[in-house]
């Protein structure tokens, strides 16, 4: 059974740094892309930031500059390094992941979700 738990999100005022993380556990032969997306009230998922194993980044066009993923391949784990938060950055943000299981079944996974809320 494959899980991805994510740590970190909460308040912040604008302009204010938050961190996020995420681990995938369970028979994982390899995670790739991993990456985070963000949903905010009323508004449709939106691809936020994703990794390859190689290193490769994408992302969006709202966030570049502000924010770095990081992932640790060994330990099948991403983070998202968040800065100068805006208050249009408030969204419960979600972990992904594409997993390829140790018995050969590849899917999809998502975190449970972390509030993130920029105040003016």
């Known amino acids: 059974q494959v899980q991805l738990v994510e740590s970190g999100g909460g308040l912040v005022q604008a302009g204010g740094s938050l961190s996020l993380s995420c681990a995938a556990s369970?028979?994982?032969?390899?995670?790739?892309?991993m990456g985070w997306y963000r949903q905010a009230p009323g508004k449709q998922r939106e691809l936020v930031a994703r990794?390859?194993?190689?290193?490769?980044?994408r992302y969006a066009d709202s966030v570049k500059g502000r924010f770095t993923i990081s992932r640790n391949n060994a330990k099948n784990t991403v983070s998202l390094q968040m800065n100068s938060l805006k208050p249009e950055d408030t969204a419960v943000y979600y972990c992904?992941?594409?997993?390829?299981?140790?018995?050969?079944?590849?899917?999809?996974?998502w975190g449970q979700g972390t509030q993130v809320t920029v105040s003016p």
């Open positions: 992904n992941a594409e997993i390829l299981t140790g018995s050969s079944a590849f899917g999809t996974y």
């Open positions: 990794i390859t194993s190689g290193g490769s980044t």
């Open positions: 369970g028979s994982i032969f390899s995670s790739n892309p």
